[in-house]
């Protein structure tokens, strides 16, 4: 059926944290013909034998001819360009251009839920799902949900674990479960879902390769580094309530930040999602959680 159906592949954002995983991705299963979407001024590199085309995103027409025979758009738009509404244009633009099937930036916990979807940095996403959803006869959306990247948000202190200096941030005791997903696991979940159209159409796919508890992570990494840790505690309601203070004023990087722990370390079920996994149906192979706290402080020791 990919064969078929859904050979013409274009990834946007493809050197990106995210994209450039996804690229490799795509370019080792010989089923795709992959093409890469960058911006005019972009200092983005990809490798020398990938076809590139280059848009101005102000520029519609050039989006149209870039769009022009594709039958997947998978976006892994980031940065500013969340918010100045890419992911809007291109579908858009893809609707013009008879795209089968669009994958829009999402790969976060559930922007679904009502706790997330009120942050006011979720607006872009929720309005590319909605016209989506509403055009989902002409053009199959796929929404993927994979919580925080597991590995990513470990090693850069992303999830409040400082590996270097043995210290992490608990929210709420660091009781409550969340569903993350290591990056390679994200790039097969991709991979497969392009293979099983029937499976991913429409709908919104979850995935994780594990959910835990704060607790349960400090426990293995206090194994792994053979020391006990230093611990902070934070509750996510303060950290809800000063990411609003700060994204309001101006510091919106902190801002996101603080309300993302809110949301991950909250409990509230915007990242927890174990109960409606697609790991096993779409052939994802398991990944223990103990081996991911294990690479990463051995990727930390190797980095001092
Ligand atoms: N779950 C998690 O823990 C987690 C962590 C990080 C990110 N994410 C999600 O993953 C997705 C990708 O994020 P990322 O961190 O990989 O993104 P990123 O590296 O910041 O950016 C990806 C690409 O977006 C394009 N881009 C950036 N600014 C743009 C602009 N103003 N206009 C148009 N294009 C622009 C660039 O492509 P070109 O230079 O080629 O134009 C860039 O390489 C997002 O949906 C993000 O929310 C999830």
Not at 82 to 109: G, R
Request: charged content about 20%; overall charge negative.
């Amino acid at each position: 059926m990919t064969r078929d159906t859904y050979r013409n592949v274009l990834l946007v954002g493809g050197a990106g944290d995210l994209g450039k995983h996804i690229l490799s991705g795509l370019l080792e299963d010989s089923s795709f013909n992959v093409t890469v979407l960058s911006r005019v001024n972009s200092n983005s590199v990809f490798p020398s034998d990938v076809k590139v085309l280059k848009v101005d995103y102000s520029n519609k027409n050039s989006i149209l001819e870039s769009l022009t025979g594709q039958d997947v758009v998978i976006s892994a738009v980031g940065g500013e360009g969340l918010s100045e509404n890419i992911d809007m244009i291109l579908v858009e633009c893809a609707l013009q251009a008879d795209v089968k099937w669009f994958i829009p930036s999402q790969f976060v916990s559930d922007i679904s839920h009502p706790f997330y979807s009120s942050l006011p940095f979720t607006t872009s996403k929720i309005k590319t799902m909605e016209l989506l959803k509403e055009n989902e006869s002409k053009m199959a959306y796929t929404f993927i949900t994979t919580g925080t990247f597991l590995d990513w948000g470990l090693e850069n202190g992303f999830l409040g674990f400082d590996i270097r200096n043995r210290t992490v941030t608990l929210y709420d005791h660091g009781e409550n479960f969340f569903s993350a997903t290591t990056l390679s696991s994200v790039v097969k979940a991709v991979v497969a879902i392009l293979h099983h159209p029937q499976l991913a159409q429409n709908k919104r796919i979850y995935i994780a390769d594990a959910t835990m508890t704060q607790n349960e992570i400090l426990q293995l990494f206090e194994k792994y580094t053979n020391t006990k840790w230093t611990i902070k505690h934070m509750s996510t309601d303060d950290s809800f309530k000063q990411g609003a203070e700060n994204y309001a004023n101006g510091d919106k990087r902190k801002g996101i930040h603080q309300y993302l722990m809110s949301v991950i370390y909250n409990g509230k079920g915007a990242s927890r999602f174990d109960d409606k996994l697609s790991n096993e149906v779409l052939g994802l192979p398991s990944i223990q959680p103990e081996e991911i706290i294990k690479e990463a402080v051995q990727r930390c020791k190797s980095l001092q």
